[in-house]
């Protein structure tokens, strides 16, 4: 069975929707199987579409980490295009008046520390507090949805890369995250399996420092290392699966190979970041090459390079105070500053059941209240 995501279902039954003026936060990931935009899908079927809203990156995608794109008009559809990002509170209720019902389109990748979530979050809170109502156009989670990795984030740590108690690798869909974290009416996928480590639809990277699916399956483990002085890879053609700094050396690749860590094999490498850490400067270090993706498990490897760096470079191994928000609390730095086997901190939960509330989860064969 081909995969139908939320936003195809709606073009094709605008009756899965409440009436009203719609405005839809999405980006460039927000497209059909055919990679027709879905705003542009939306609009072609009559649905009345009045604004759109993009998150960290933009509409577009053309801005780098930690900004985003000018307001301005749609050329596809003539639209209104606003600015959601690190606005909070009564700024997104402004931007919010002038619609009825709150649509959310965009790619997730499965990670507690990518930001898309948490512009739905935000703008579904906000939707809370207008009375308005809020659909999640769901789509696959391309890490599937059976394995969950690492903690809780723990209250005290909340930020932009965090802001409620999900573990690392969630398991969830961007909609069963939604019915986690408040409320929200879901327009399911058709044709997707929680075993799947695959979105079944054709690969659009959703963000300019995520260009593969091998990247979006390191990613949270290996997005811990912007929490150190090591570049995590950004400013180079394979962002996260390629780790490094001025002072590792050749010892590095063979501990981790004496790891024997599932699913991922490594290499030496050497690379100059054009942009971030170590930018200019050539660095040495090791890339991740996934071998077995079934087997290949992101925080545990993360944990285990983060314990091998600690071990042979105590004097030049550092990390940055932003490593407790990504990890979502501080056991992680004191465990490695004590010289502690981080792996202790890995929680007993294995899957989605495990943490998520009851009727939550979508895809094992029940569609609870609250989902079309």
Not at 27 to 44: K, M, S
Not at 247 to 272: H, N
């Amino acid at each position: 069975m081909m995969v139908r995501t939320g936003a195809q279902r709606l073009a094709e039954d605008r009756g899965l929707v409440p009436d009203g003026r719609l405005g839809l936060i999405t980006n460039f990931t927000g497209v059909l199987p055919d990679l027709t935009p879905t705003p542009v899908a939306l609009r072609a079927a009559g649905l009345p579409l009045t604004a759109l809203f993009g998150p960290e990156h933009g509409l577009r995608g053309t801005a780098q980490a930690g900004a985003s794109e000018a307001e301005g008009i749609d050329p596809d559809t003539g639209l209104p295009v606003f600015d959601t990002y690190l606005k909070e509170g009564q700024q997104l209720d402004e931007l919010f008046a002038d619609v009825d019902v709150l649509l959310f389109d965009i790619q997730d990748i499965g990670a507690r520390f990518y930001t898309y979530v948490w512009t739905m979050y935000d703008c579904q809170q906000a939707a809370a507090r207008l009375g308005k109502p809020f659909v999640v156009l769901d789509r696959p989670n391309p890490l599937g949805g059976m394995k969950v990795e690492g903690p809780l984030l723990q209250p005290g740590f909340e930020s932009f890369v965090g802001r409620a108690p999900i573990p690392l690798r969630h398991g969830l869909t961007v909609g069963e995250l939604a019915r986690q974290l408040g409320e929200a009416t879901v327009v399911t996928v058709d044709g997707w399996q929680r075993e799947s480590t695959g979105t079944g639809l054709p690969w659009v990277p959703p963000s300019p420092n995520m260009p593969t699916p091998d990247t979006a399956l390191v990613y949270p483990g290996t997005g811990l290392f912007e929490g150190t002085n090591l570049s995590e890879g950004r400013g180079t053609t394979r962002p996260f699966e390629t780790i490094g700094a001025p002072y590792v050396d050749d010892r590095f690749v063979p501990a981790l190979q004496a790891c024997d860590l599932p699913g991922v094999i490594f290499r030496r490498t050497w690379f100059e970041p054009v942009f971030s850490k170590h930018a200019g400067t050539p660095v040495s270090g090791v890339q991740l090459h996934l071998v077995d993706r079934e087997a290949f498990e992101p925080v545990r490897t993360a944990l285990v390079m983060l314990r091998v760096l600690n071990e042979l470079y105590p004097d030049d191994f550092g990390l940055l105070p932003s490593l407790d928000k990504l990890w979502g609390s501080d056991s992680l730095t004191k465990a490695l500053e004590a010289g502690d086997d981080p792996l202790d901190l890995l929680p007993s939960a294995t899957t989605p059941a495990d943490w998520v509330r009851p009727g939550v989860l979508l895809y094992e064969g029940l569609l609870d209240e609250g989902t079309v």
